[in-house]
């Protein structure tokens, strides 16, 4: 072999995949389809306020990119659970254009009521916090802190905010738990995925910038009031990342051989969805 580091450059993104099938896989070079379901609550009575605060706990059901690349598993032992938690909190409330429309602008919490954010993760811009886990299922069937406990015990895959130009944006009709829809651009705090990523392009009414809005994951969703429960709030997907091989330039540092720290990476667990 002529040129063995070269060809090893060649095979280490392949690796890297490979040893990151355990949870979750995405399909490089290609916008991946996120199909989550959330719940969530907020502070204050049942009419939106400014100052208002929600969360909740997410959870990823599959992702795929044309076919379906990765699915959860909250049914029997090992669990492979992707899911997390958000919280955000109401900036300002305007009147849209569309008579009884409510347009609810959100941003960062001043404080997070259930201790998952630190007051770091608050000053850095973070909103959501993502975990892959294969020893606890998520779980909506309260209480909201077992629920909370449930999805975010695993390891830190990411941290997600509106720092660098992100939004989260609610339209509301009426200005209550009523069936509403949301649209927003997050992106990257804190990346522990293993992967980069690029940017998605968000045309959403979530998005006040002609042309557009480059973020690292979007998404539109919709939500509406549940039956009753610990939770008050039901919320479904989309979202999009765009994931991008790691260069190879970058895993043959040295000698060449340090780029098999980045295979043996392994991910550790599973919004508005």
């Known amino acids: 072999m002529k040129y063995p580091f070269l ?9 890297f995949v490979i040893q990151a099938q355990a949870a979750p896989v995405f399909q490089l070079g290609v ?14 009575g049942t009419s939106i306020a400014v100052g208002d605060i929600f969360y909740g706990v997410v959870n990823l059901q599959d992702i795929s990119s044309g076919t379906t690349t990765w699915n959860a598993n909250n049914v029997s032992a090992p669990y492979d659970s992707f899911s997390g ?4 909190q109401v900036s300002s409330i305007t009147q849209s254009g569309f008579p009884g429309l409510y347009s609810v602008q959100m941003g960062v919490a001043a404080s997070d009521p259930n201790g998952v954010m630190s007051a770091g993760d608050l000053a850095a811009g ?18 909201t802190g077992t629920d909370i406990a449930n999805a975010t015990d695993g390891t830190l895959w990411a941290s997600l905010g509106i720092s660098g130009g992100g939004y989260w944006s609610l339209g509301v009709s009426p200005a ?5 829809g949301s649209a ?49 709030v ?19 540092l040295g000698s060449g051989l340090i780029g098999f720290a980045g295979v043996s990476m392994r991910k550790g667990r599973k919004f508005v969805g």
Do not use: E
């Open 7 to 15: 060809k090893m450059a060649a095979l280490l993104p392949c690796l």
């Open 31 to 44: 916008d991946n389809n996120l199909g989550f379901q959330a719940v969530g609550n907020k502070t204050g």
């Open 85 to 88: 938690y958000f919280v955000t």
């Open 126 to 143: 973070t909103i959501m916090k993502m975990y892959t886990d294969t020893s606890t299922r998520y779980t909506t069937s309260g209480p």
């Open 176 to 180: 209550g738990f009523g069936t509403s």
């Open 184 to 232: 927003g651009g997050l992106n990257f705090i804190t990346n522990n995925t293993g992967l980069n990523w690029s940017k998605v392009l968000d045309n959403s009414l979530g998005c006040a910038t002609p042309g557009g809005c480059q973020v690292d994951m979007k998404f539109i969703s919709t939500f509406s009031q549940t039956a009753g429960g610990a939770w008050g």
């Open 234 to 252: 039901n919320i479904n997907d989309p979202a999009v990342l765009h994931p991008v091989p790691v260069p190879a330039a970058a895993l043959l």
